[in-house]
């Protein structure tokens, strides 16, 4: 069951990401079905203000023993820094070995990932910070492409929004479906999203560490709408198929069709963003051929349909 709810707060706390937390667990909603849970906000000093990443400030009404017995500790987003204070770390620990939830909602991962507890366990967090929290957590089983990642004891969720989906898992998770929907209902938000967040990743051009292919590079982005083989590439680079091939991978990390297939679907995600094309004619102008070839790649690389993919993007 989830009775009580306990968040921890730092200097540098993100209010949505906080306010995220209080909307789901911290509201009463007894009226509309929700079983009543008791809210604590905790930091390291009680009564002492604490500064925000915007300018206004937020004071924790319990310390730390506000974890006591609490059967999830959230831990919302705050500024990344290099160490996070040894007496939160040991109070998270606790609360987790005497059986409680813990739930990072965006960068609050990293605290959690100080903590240790995340060492060979399946997490996420922010796009943006996957590869610093890679660094800092080389244990972690870091997967950049959800919206959250339900360990059982251990839930993290990535950037900013997807903070709402991890919570509302969690309640229909521990309270079943019916206090998810009510929750979800007053937060005019969909109980469940489709899709990771892989498709609010900015896809940049694979970058070339030599200058050797870059007019063949740059010759395929012109023509994306037609077929290209290695071996006419290889021919337009002047090398053999095998040298072309080997150079290829080499200097952007990736096969010519794979690297082919990216830039397609970066072109696709642009023209449903900004036009009204049909998804056939889209196919057609990004060199897939047809829309189900289109889906196929799309989906595989940003983690939606293309059709779903517009309705959230598009202008």
Avoid at 122 to 134: K, L, N, Y
Avoid at 202 to 220: F, G, H, K
């Amino acid at each position: 069951m989830l009775t009580t709810v306990a968040t921890v707060l730092i200097d540098g706390l993100a209010p949505f990401e906080f306010g995220v937390v209080c909307e789901v667990f911290g509201i009463d909603r007894t009226e509309d079905g929700v079983p009543p849970i008791e809210f604590r906000v905790c930091g390291e000093k009680p009564g002492e203000p604490l500064r925000s990443s915007v300018g206004v400030t937020m004071t924790p009404d319990h310390g730390l023993e506000g974890l006591d017995g609490a059967d999830l500790v959230a831990l919302p987003a705050a500024s990344i820094r290099d160490d996070y204070p040894p007496a939160i770390l040991d109070a998270v620990r606790s609360a987790h070995a005497r059986g409680a939830t813990l739930l990072s909602v965006c960068s609050g991962a990293f605290l959690l990932g100080a903590t240790g507890l995340l060492d060979g366990r399946r997490c996420t967090t922010h796009w943006r910070h996957i590869d610093e929290f890679r660094k800092r957590f080389p244990l972690a089983q870091v997967d950049p492409d959800v919206l959250f990642v339900d360990g059982g004891d251990l839930i993290t969720s990535a950037g900013t929004a997807a903070g709402i989906d991890a919570c509302l898992h969690l309640v229909r998770r521990e309270l079943g479906s019916g206090p998810a929907n009510a929750i979800a209902r007053r937060m005019v938000v969909p109980p469940q999203r489709e899709g990771g967040q892989q498709q609010y990743i900015e896809l940049p051009i694979p970058e070339c560490t030599a200058d050797s292919l870059q007019p063949v590079l740059n010759w395929m982005l012109d023509h994306l709408a037609e077929d290209h083989t290695v071996a006419a590439l290889a021919r337009r680079a002047a090398m053999s198929e095998r040298t072309f091939a080997r150079r290829f991978v080499a200097e952007t990390g990736t096969t010519p069709h794979r690297w082919l297939s990216t830039q397609r679907v970066l072109h696709a995600r642009t023209l449903l963003e900004d036009t009204a094309l049909g998804i056939e004619e889209i196919a057609r102008r990004c060199g897939f051929g047809n829309a189900a070839l289109l889906r196929h790649h799309f989906h595989k690389i940003v983690g939606v349909a293309p059709a779903d993919y517009r309705k959230t993007f598009a202008a």
